[in-house]
């Protein structure tokens, strides 16, 4: 499957930015959509995650109640709504897929910069 990630930007502490994952080339039933962000100097980490089918969803605890991630079937589109951002948050965002049941994520798009000024 490919992906495409984009909406990153330049946002103050607590505002609110959407990002779009643009997915093509599979049947996205048997895949699990994640988000992951490696912030400078950091180890890339899991944000959130969403079960194309059936819609279960999976955050990171440092973004529960503050991200949500949703997909739209008909654009083949998953989305990320970043809310309350905290200049922690500031990173590369990475979309990734991978089939129900593996383990790894192996396929990827090219990150998107959020950068959060506080």
């Known amino acids: 499957v490919q992906l495409q990630a984009s909406g990153g930007g330049l946002v103050q502490a607590g505002d609110s930015l959407r990002l779009s994952c643009a997915t093509s080339?599979?049947?996205?039933?048997?895949?699990?959509l994640g988000w992951f962000r490696q912030a400078p100097g950091k180890e890339r980490e899991f944000v959130t995650s969403?079960?194309?089918?059936?819609?279960?969803?999976y955050y990171a605890d440092s973004v529960k109640g503050r991200f949500t991630i949703s997909r739209d079937n008909a654009k083949n589109t998953v989305y990320l709504q970043m809310n309350s951002l905290k200049a922690e948050d500031t990173a590369v965002y990475y979309c990734?897929?991978?089939?129900?049941?593996?383990?790894?994520?192996?396929?990827w798009g090219q990150g998107t910069l959020v950068t959060v000024s506080s």
């Open positions: 990734a897929a991978k089939r129900i049941g593996y383990v790894s994520y192996d396929s």
């Open positions: 080339g599979r049947t996205l039933s048997i895949y699990q």
């Open positions: 969403i079960r194309w089918a059936g819609g279960n969803t």
